[in-house]
């Protein structure tokens, strides 16, 4: 039986989503003559700045609903990145302690900021076990988001349900990026369990294993190596991640992302993260395919976070110095595509 406790900080998550609404759709100018549209579904209108607001949230309500939190549970989560804000985010609406485990070099400052508490690991890989071991020490829960995550239950809040609900005809394309798989998982089966036309490609950067996973139909493809572009881009195939559903997924190189998360700013003004690039220079591609075809239509990408830390990150020169990433040949690509922004 669900109790008292339970039944409220339920009824408060359900809140908590009417008030934060659903995120818009912002129209992206291409030019005319090539007869297509593109809008994205900007998340970074979420109260958390980030599309993982929607999955903290569903994994919350649901280890409620299944008794795994209940009143005074301390939540543990093995992330450092958009997800430990989210997750202290919720854990502190509910009055629930929370502590992210995290690699040594992330920054712990959104997490803290928020009331949670930071454990910095390293390795980096120890994250996983350190998680597990300190829920089960202080008889806390494990949210562990990367195999919760396969089994959401998103209860008509995933971006997916809400995008469907905005889009009127189905979009050529949908483009979205792949972390836990989570979303584009979702956006995969509505368009087959709704019998539409429309088609799932996944947007994905250097290092990471969907690409050569999905194309070899490998499940347990793994590269062992971390992705540049965060909240997408995985060293193995994560189990939310459905290749049953992607019609297609997108390799774009590091240097293009942050091209193009720039470019993203300079139309939107929204500080996106790189992630953000990644997909807009997927959507492109296909987007200039559909042109060379004279075919018509709309595609629909995702603007997956944003936020004044990203100032930091892919759109200061330093930072993409440091990597390696030289994004201004692709800068002038998309000069050349779509004119000066
Ligand atoms: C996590 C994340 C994604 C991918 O979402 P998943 O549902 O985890 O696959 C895309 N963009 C950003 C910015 C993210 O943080």
């Known amino acids: 039986m669900i109790d008292g406790w339970a039944a409220e900080a339920v009824a408060r998550l359900d809140r908590e989503r009417e008030d934060a609404g659903p995120t818009p759709l912002r129209d992206f100018p291409l030019p005319e003559a090539w007869g297509v549209r593109l809008r994205l579904k900007d998340e970074s209108a979420q109260p958390t700045g980030g599309l993982k607001h929607r999955l903290a949230r569903a994994l919350f309500a649901q280890a409620i609903a299944s008794g795994r939190i209940t009143e005074g549970t301390t939540v543990v989560d093995a992330t450092g990145g958009p997800m430990a804000v ?6 502190r609406l509910l009055g629930l302690p929370y502590i992210a485990v995290m690699p040594k070099k992330s920054s712990g400052a959104g997490v803290e900021r928020l009331g949670g508490t930071c454990r910095y690991v390293d390795p980096p890989l120890a994250v996983y076990e350190q998680a597990a071991r300190l829920s089960e020490e202080i008889g806390g829960h494990h949210l562990d988001h990367y195999r919760s995550a396969a089994e959401v239950d998103w209860r008509g809040a995933s971006l997916a349900d809400e995008l469907f609900g905005q ?44 690409f050569p996973g999905w194309a070899t139909g490998a499940p347990d493809y793994a590269t062992g ?48 993260g790189a992630a953000t690039g990644t997909n807009l220079w997927a959507a492109l591609e296909l987007i200039t395919r559909m042109r060379d075809r004279g075919e018509r239509g709309e595609v629909v990408g995702v603007i997956g976070d944003a936020g004044e830390r990203h100032l930091a990150t ?6 993409a110095a440091a990597r390696g990433l030289d994004w201004r040949p692709y800068a002038e690509r998309l000069r050349d595509l779509l004119g000066e922004p």
């Not at 949908?174 to 088609?199: F, N």
């Open 86 to 91: 989210a997750e202290a985010y919720f854990a």
């Open 225 to 272: 190596m971390p992705s540049r572009i965060e909240g997408v881009g995985r060293p193995r195939m994560e189990p939310a991640f459905d290749s049953a559903v992607v019609d297609l997924v997108v390799p774009v190189p590091d240097a293009a992302s942050v091209a193009a998360a720039r470019h993203v700013r300079q139309v939107t003004g929204l500080a996106v």
């Open 167 to 210: 889009v009127g005809d189905c979009p050529r394309w949908i483009v979205a990026g792949a972390g836990t798989g989570a979303t584009s998982a979702a956006i995969g089966r509505l368009l087959r369990a709704r019998g539409l036309r429309g088609r799932l490609a996944v947007a994905d950067p250097e290092n990471s294993a969907y």
């Open 314 to 319: 892919c759109h200061d020169d330093a930072w």
